[in-house]
């Protein structure tokens, strides 16, 4: 990607609803886990809809496999991209790119 302002590694749903919440949802991409402790991808994806749904569409899943039918499901609901684990910087990149509509490299 061009310039970077800033980033934030989060450590689970919870986090990033804190996170979110206290930031107003001023981020241009958010690359969320499905799978994460105490609050998963999919709730996180349901509590954005509800507090900033302009930043729904600026979420990026990645899954090391949908393993329940739920999980299955959301990802085939979803119009934004999601990426199946293990997956190219590259890849990850791009769609970060394409998202924040901000050029690669």
């Known amino acids: 990607l061009g310039p970077v302002g ?6 689970g749903g ?3 609803i804190e996170v979110l919440g206290r930031t107003g949802g001023k981020f241009d991409a958010v690359i969320c886990d499905l799978m994460m402790p105490d609050v998963d991808g999919i ?5 954005v809809k509800d507090h ?3 930043l729904e569409r600026r979420m990026i899943f990645v899954t090391g496999g949908a393993a329940t039918l739920r999980a299955r499901e959301f990802l085939a609901s979803l119009s934004t991209p999601w990426l199946e684990k293990p ?4 890849e990850l ?3 970060v790119a394409e998202i924040a509509g901000r050029p690669v490299g």
């Open 6 to 11: 800033s980033t934030f590694r989060g450590f």
């Open 14 to 16: 919870r986090q990033a």
């Open 43 to 47: 709730d996180l994806h349901g509590w």
């Open 52 to 54: 900033f749904p302009s």
């Open 87 to 90: 997956f190219e910087m590259e």
């Open 93 to 95: 990149l791009r769609r």
